[in-house]
């Protein structure tokens, strides 16, 4: 956070340039714990369905079953998402500008989450529908 006292002369943070080398860092730290998350989900579902599957209802072990289903859907479409935004930080020249409008997604945005793909307006003009 001591970025902030330099800005001043720059005039704003949606032209602060992106630091891919930090950004790349933080894509491979989420990755790598999302793998952890994962492996260790994995395991879990199994025991689950030995153990519990005779004192559950069915509708109950069927609940079950979808969250664990949703759940791994989730996290392998976080997972895409990274691996994506590691090639595109690599890779590509437009990476931190947004796909809807072209303008520079803001650094604060991307440090928070790296695979964002549009800037805030867009954004949530995209969730509006
Ligand atoms: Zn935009």
Not at 51 to 71: K, N
């Given at each position: 956070?001591?970025?902030?006292?330099?800005?001043?002369?720059?005039?704003?943070?949606?032209?602060?340039?992106?630091?891919?080398?930090?950004?790349?860092?933080?894509?491979?730290?989420?990755?790598?714990?999302?793998?952890?998350?994962?492996?260790?989900?994995?395991?879990?579902?199994?025991?689950?369905?030995?153990?519990?599957?005779?004192?559950?209802?069915?509708?109950?072990?069927?609940?079950?079953?979808?969250?664990?289903?949703e759940?791994?859907?989730?996290?392998?479409?976080?997972?895409?998402?990274?691996?994506?935004?590691?090639?595109?930080?690599?890779?590509?020249?437009?990476?931190?500008?947004?796909?809807d409008?072209?303008?520079?997604?803001?650094?604060?945005?991307?440090?928070?989450?790296?695979?964002?793909?549009?800037?805030?307006?867009?954004?949530?003009?995209?969730?509006?529908?």
């Amino acid at each position: 956070m001591p970025y902030r006292q330099h800005n001043s002369r720059s005039g704003g943070i949606s032209r602060m340039p992106i630091d891919r080398h930090q950004i790349r860092n933080l894509l491979l730290s989420r990755r790598e714990a999302l793998s952890r998350e994962s492996a260790l989900n994995g395991t879990e579902t199994i025991e689950l369905d030995q153990t519990r599957v005779g004192r559950l209802s069915r509708a109950e072990a069927m609940q079950d079953h979808q969250m664990a289903l949703e759940m791994a859907r989730r996290h392998e479409a976080m997972l895409e998402a990274i691996d994506e935004a590691l090639d595109r930080v690599d890779e590509d020249p437009h990476f931190g500008l947004c796909d809807d409008c072209g303008e520079p997604i803001a650094a604060e945005r991307l440090a928070l989450d790296p695979t964002q793909r549009c800037c805030v307006p867009c954004q949530s003009a995209r969730e509006r529908g």
